[in-house]
């Protein structure tokens, strides 16, 4: 899908704006501070019916106002091309236009809606705008535990698949309810083993549709991931020595056990520790650099990469999802830099916004794209 316009009212620190984009390149350029990141969140909240930064809606109401809005029009790609065509090529596309709205008032459930009508459910609305936001903070998939990047591997997935989403939901439902027991009885002469029973026969289903997802989309994954660190870092996998060359690897335990006998074996041990020991919500995706741990042995440079590798990787596989770079490039050589713009520019990769710090900067590296839109971003104000 393409956005091609924005409405935002009070949203974190922008009071105000009406934006048009252009279908391809859009650039936010400011100091830091000035609300370029924020723009970006409006289009992401967009997409996914929350911030990328705080789960709790009313932070995101411009301090000292009651509400905050955020509009976006939505066209298919093909839409764009029905001016220039005769009537009856129209009809042979696949055209589609639409608004997506979203109200945010402090101490009332935010309103959520697709053409003027709220969604039953708001994980309904997940995946009609395939998104893929990439940001510094992307640097906590190498630093944090496995949690981020069972995020990673859900965000993509649960996009091109509700089934997915679903089986998620219910997963981690049933997962909390079996922790609460295990931790209510605890220290208890007879713990619920009916109870318990019940719940992990309900948790098997949802857990290996989830485990077979994840597993054919790692599959699917990794090819992506090959090509896109190759080009950002110019790697030549034929002169290439083993120990440097980057690795991922999806852990999960249903690898190796049927989940509903783990879950009998280890029953007597999660009432001691009062958390559930086995399942889909142990998984991993390994990163690596040859046989070590890319954490460990990887530079900043080479950790970056490997993380826009991903990122970008992620685009190639949803199919052209709308792209947010946020302040990427003051962290990477000049080189590396180039290679990011040329790849994306390319017919590969969707609609495109970015925000820099350098106006001068971003006008060179831009050159080859006539049609790119900059917008000057300073205290909320845009132009």
């Known amino acids: 899908m393409i956005l091609e316009s924005l409405n935002i009212l009070n949203y974190r620190n922008i009071r105000e704006?009406?934006?048009?984009?252009?279908?391809?390149?859009?650039?936010?350029?400011?100091?830091?501070g000035q609300g370029k990141t924020n723009v970006l969140d409006?289009?992401?909240?967009?997409?996914?019916?929350?911030?990328a930064f705080t789960a709790q809606d009313s932070l995101n109401i411009t301090h000292g106002e009651e509400m905050a809005f955020v509009q976006g029009i939505y066209r298919s790609p093909e839409q764009l091309k029905v001016e220039?065509?005769?009537?009856?090529?129209?009809?042979?596309?696949?055209v589609e236009s639409f608004t997506i709205s979203c109200g945010i008032r402090r101490g009332v459930k935010k309103q959520f809606r697709k053409d003027k009508k709220d969604y039953p459910r708001l994980i309904d609305h997940i995946g009609l705008i395939p998104l893929v936001m990439i940001s510094p903070s992307d640097q906590q998939l190498i630093d944090e535990g496995s949690d981020e990047r069972r995020r990673f591997m859900d965000v993509v997935i649960s996009q091109l698949d509700r089934k997915y989403l679903d089986c998620l939901t219910t997963y981690n439902a049933l997962l909390k309810q079996r922790n609460a027991l295990l931790k209510q009885y605890a220290d208890a002469a007879e713990p619920p083993h009916d109870l318990l029973e019940v719940l992990e026969w309900q948790m098997t289903e949802p857990a290996e549709y989830i485990y077979k997802a994840r597993t054919e989309f790692f599959e699917a994954f990794e090819p992506y991931f090959a090509k896109t660190y190759n080009a950002i870092s110019g790697r030549n996998d034929a002169t290439e020595m083993h120990d440097e060359l980057p690795q991922l690897r999806y852990v999960s335990q249903l690898q190796e056990r049927d989940l509903r006998e783990a879950y009998v074996k280890t029953r007597q041990r999660d009432l001691i520790l009062g958390w559930t020991s086995q399942g889909i919500h142990k998984d991993d995706l390994e990163m690596r650099l040859g046989d070590y741990p890319?954490?460990?042995?990887?530079?900043?440079?080479?950790q970056r990469t490997f993380v826009l590798a991903m990122k970008l990787a992620q685009a190639l596989y949803i199919g052209k999802p709308i792209l947010l770079l946020d302040d990427i490039f003051d962290r990477l050589d000049s080189e590396r830099v180039e290679r990011i713009v040329e790849m994306v520019q390319s017919d590969e990769f969707g609609q495109i916004f970015i925000t820099d710090t350098d106006r001068q900067h971003l006008t060179e590296i831009l050159k080859p794209n006539e049609n790119a839109k900059i917008f000057h971003v300073e205290n909320g104000q845009i132009a």
Not at 17 to 32: D, I, Q, R, T
Not at 85 to 92: C, F, M, N, W, Y
């Open 294 to 302: 890319l954490k460990q042995v990887g530079s900043q440079g080479q």
């Open 84 to 94: 220039s065509l005769k009537l009856k090529e129209v009809d042979k596309l696949k």
């Open 42 to 51: 409006a289009i992401y909240l967009l997409s996914f019916a929350k911030s």
């Open 17 to 32: 704006a009406s934006l048009e984009f252009a279908p391809k390149l859009n650039c936010f350029v400011g100091l830091n």
